[in-house]
């Protein structure tokens, strides 16, 4: 059962995260702390979203266009086992980001591409209570820092693990290029702040059944901070590119199972409820139904993971256009090596 915590846990996190109408792309993955050995790890997955709104009468009607560009994310880690106490992990992923580009009516020229780096060093202390913590810097790329506290209670004989996460919030400033189409104002390259959310994050798993294993998350995020004005979209419209008026909570109940000794899958559901506020136009959804599946299999010292969502979006207006009916599909895969 053991061995089924620690092949779950990762094939969870395979199968990608999308959140905040897919700003939020890569929830943080410490499943590689509970590895046992030194583990070298590889992550990557493929998101397919459709984002179509439409205009409404008053605007002469119209479709948008879908703006919903695919994207791909990536992340790997390493862990090294120090001692039976001591383990240390250095993590690289993707965690926010927006890729749309409109070409209908009114959004002709509408596009945004934005992507982050992060890396993060953790340590973990185990105590003999079966309590752990651990903790770290997570440093994004353009120099800004967030703090990572953690603490986790297991109970091995029935594959219990309950962990709290912490991320701390962190401002910072990223380069922005302006072109309109018409040419109302000249192409311009400034700077803007950007407040990234603090985030609060539960999980949990425990066995149910031999070889099956029930786990879940409740995540906070505090996405009611963030805001993305630049100065010439500001000076003409006096509104913000981007912004999200509420916190989102996100859920996730799955069960995994152990078929073989060599092969683990796991089915899990996700939900975000609407919190019927304005759309971001970067991210125009508000709210989602996701369904994921995924395997994995032991090769001995390698072992491969393939993952895949369906999300179903929620919609709602962007103050201009009306999106509803809208999708994204995930496919993704992680390689690790035990050595």
Known sequence: MKKLIVALAALAATAGNLQAGSIDRN????????????????????????????????????????????????NASIKYQVNDRISL???????????????????????????????????????????????????????????????????????????????????????VAEAFNPPVLPPAVTRTEVELPQVVQFDFQTGIAPKTLLFGMVRWSDWSEFGVRTQQFGLITGQKVADVLDDIWTVRLGV???????LSGFVRATWEPQNNSTLSRVAPTDGRFAVGLGGSYNFGRAKLT??????????????????KNNEAYILASSIQFTF
């Open 27 to 74: 929830f943080l993955d410490t499943a590689v702390l509970f590895e046992k050995g030194n583990v070298l790890k590889f992550g990557a997955y493929h998101a397919s979203p459709s984002l179509k709104g439409r205009f409404p009468a008053a605007l002469g009607g119209g479709s948008t266009g879908d703006g919903g560009d695919s994207f791909q994310n990536y």
């Open 89 to 175: 992990a250095l993590l690289f992923d993707q965690p926010y980001g927006a890729d749309i580009a409109f070409g209908g009516s009114f959004y002709n020229g509408l596009a945004a591409d934005w992507e982050t780096k992060a890396i993060t060093a953790i340590g973990r202390y185990k105590f003999a209570n079966n309590v752990s913590v651990y903790a770290g810097p997570r440093l994004l790329r353009t120099d800004a820092s967030i703090f990572v506290p953690q603490s986790t209670y297991e109970k091995p004989e029935i594959a219990l693990r309950v962990s709290l996460t912490y991320q701390s919030a962190v401002d910072q400033k990223v380069g």
């Open 256 to 262: 995994g199972r152990q078929i073989t000794d060599k």
């Open 306 to 323: 393939v993952g895949g969502e369906y999300i179903d979006l929620g919609g709602g207006t962007d103050g201009v256009a009306n999106f």
